[in-house]
């Protein structure tokens, strides 16, 4: 099943005093870039979430948010710095003595200066470190399958739409293979006509007038593109129903399709053709369009 880059997936997971949410946004990308942006103190776990993820998107830039709340006081430690503490007394009492101050050094006044008490959140114990991983994986999972879910959808729709526009370059090729007989006929008739009006009484050459159309009929002969232009066609619909990751196949193709037509609006010398080949190249540039968002 074909996949847009395009998608969003939340998951949530709440266990062991834990809450993890994480969102997960794509947008079409040359490349596969995914961004993890993680709480500090889950910052080692960047790496296994960003393998999660490139294991189900392939193509696209991805950004990857975990949202972390500890429903509890589990993760939180306060710490006492009693080095520096002693050192801001010592510093206080030599004020005091210095300047005569009678004031007593209050918990307050020491606790007050930075880093003497301090707040940790970090994880210390191998088993809550367990704890938080399994509950952000599940949370991860769940996000993953559903940004795929979507990307699958609009992935189907693009794929619907791009079979009706092929639909219609098959009708319009069908046209030029139609006309293209006649445009040789259609060239040895105006040149008679511009011969008979130029030379008058004179008798036309006919060896020479079947030698100018000859040439110009090999000149303006568009058979093998329009077969490559089926062929091409054909391969794209085949590619269509791969389950692999298609996008640059496809681009390719595009590429292709559209130098077979160029070249059939540059060598048959036809204004009905012309006009057809202006109505391809409209379709196929709204092909190369919705394959820029295929991953």
């Given at each position: 099943m ?5 998608g ?10 834990r809450k993890?949410v994480?969102?997960?946004k ?10 993890v942006?993680?709480?500090?103190i889950?910052?080692g ?6 393998k999660m993820?490139s294991?189900?998107?392939s193509?696209g ?6 949202n ?8 939180v430690?306060?710490k006492?710095n ?6 801001y ?6 004020i ?8 007593k050094i ?11 008490i ?9 088993q ?11 949370a991860?999972?769940v ?10 959808k ?6 619907g739409?791009?079979?009706e526009?092929?639909?219609?370059i098959?009708a ?5 293979v139609?006309?293209?007989p ?5 060239f040895?008739?105006?040149?008679t006509q511009?011969?008979?009006e130029?030379?008058k009484d ?7 007038l ?7 009929a ?11 232009l089926?062929s ?5 619909k085949?590619?269509?129903e791969?389950n ?8 390719f193709?595009?590429q ?16 009905e ?17 919705q394959?820029?968002?295929i991953?």
């Open positions: 074909i996949k847009s880059m395009t969003y997936g939340r998951g949530e997971c709440s266990k062991y005093n993890f994480v969102e997960i794509s947008v079409n990308h040359r490349y596969n870039d995914i961004n942006k993680l709480p500090r889950l910052s776990l960047e790496d296994p979430v960003r993820v294991a189900k998107v193509r830039k991805t950004d990857v948010y975990v972390y709340e500890a429903l509890g006081d589990t993760d430690t306060i006492f009693e080095v520096l503490a002693d050192e007394y010592k510093v206080l009492g030599s005091k003595e210095r300047y005569g101050i009678d004031e209050s918990i307050s006044s020491i606790s007050r200066f930075q880093d003497v301090s707040v940790d959140r970090g994880i210390d114990d191998k809550e470190m367990a704890e938080m991983q399994e509950v952000l994986f599940e991860v999972n996000a993953v399958l559903n940004i795929v879910s979507m990307r699958e609009e992935g189907a729709s693009l794929k739409d791009i079979l526009k092929l639909k219609g098959e319009m090729s069908a046209k030029i139609e006309r293209a006649l445009v040789a006929q259609v040895k008739e105006k040149l511009r011969l008979t130029a030379l004179t008798e036309l050459d006919e060896a020479r079947l030698m100018e159309i000859t040439i110009f090999d000149r303006s002969c568009i058979d093998e593109e329009i077969t490559r089926a091409h066609i054909v391969q794209m085949s590619i269509l791969e692999d990751s298609i996008g640059r196949k496809l681009d193709l595009v292709e399709m559209n130098r077979e037509v160029n070249t059939i609006g540059s060598k048959a010398s036809d204004i053709i012309t006009q057809i080949v202006v109505d391809l190249k409209s379709e196929i540039e709204k092909i190369r369009e394959i820029q968002n991953e």
